[in-house]
């Protein structure tokens, strides 16, 4: 398995526009996880889905941001309008329920918001 | 509240030495434990991980760590670093493999 995908791995967008970030999970995971990683704050979970229906979504900082599950293969986190302040580094999750299980984690994609 | 404490922001230590990374943590239960490591513009790679059983976990790359309850800490161990161990160190909880809380993070520098 190639693992958990993430596109694009860098964005660079002009505040106010709209900017989607994709996460294709582990074939097989039932869990995805979207997290975000910035110097003052760390590593945040924003959001998990568990088959494909997002089961809390209280990190999600503000309604600019939202996210959708629409099959268990593809999962998006969108911002819009993006300010300065949502640059950050954006990892995709995946992790299959039940027992000793881990999560993977992409590469990240590293968004910046000028 | 939920919390993870890595007191060490960053660490030095001379190639072949020992190393141990400290954590501490807040949680209304036993939770599940992790150590993550992440090279410079990678995404995280599970070094181990607890869940119940033998409180001495052996992970990937020679690391082991230790859960102490009654310190309600989880210490990350390596017996004799090596250069290519130079990378931050996440140690996270929570109830399950994904929804975590994560430490602010120790790097790790290594002297040759």
């Known amino acids: 398995d190639a693992g958990v995908i993430q596109s694009p791995r860098h964005e660079v967008t002009e505040m106010g526009q709209e900017v989607t970030l994709r996460c294709k999970p582990i074939s097989g995971h039932n869990s995805l996880f979207w997290y975000r990683q910035t110097m003052m704050r760390g590593l945040e979970l924003l959001i998990y889905f568990n088959n494909n229906v997002p089961i809390d979504d209280s990190g999600m900082p503000e309604d600019r941001f939202s996210a959708k599950m629409p099959n268990a293969s593809f999962s998006t986190l969108k911002i819009q309008p993006s300010e300065p302040r949502d640059s950050a580094v954006y990892f995709c999750a995946s992790s299959s329920t039940g027992g000793a299980t881990e999560a993977f984690f992409g590469q990240g994609t590293r968004l910046t918001v000028v | 509240a939920q919390s993870v404490t890595q007191p060490d922001i960053h660490i030095t230590v001379s190639e072949g030495a020992s190393l141990e990374l400290r954590c501490n943590y807040s949680y209304g239960a036993t939770p599940y434990l992790f150590w993550y490591v992440q090279s410079p513009g990678q995404g995280l790679q599970l070094l181990l991980k607890?869940?119940?059983?033998?409180?001495l976990v052996q992970g990937i790359k020679g690391f082991e760590a230790e859960f102490k309850r009654s310190q309600s800490s989880f210490n990350l161990r390596k017996p004799s670093v090596h250069w290519s161990d130079a990378a931050e160190y996440f140690c996270a909880v929570g109830p399950s493999a994904g929804k975590l809380i994560f430490g602010q993070g120790t790097t790790l520098q290594v002297k040759p």
């Open positions: 607890y869940f119940s059983g033998d409180t």
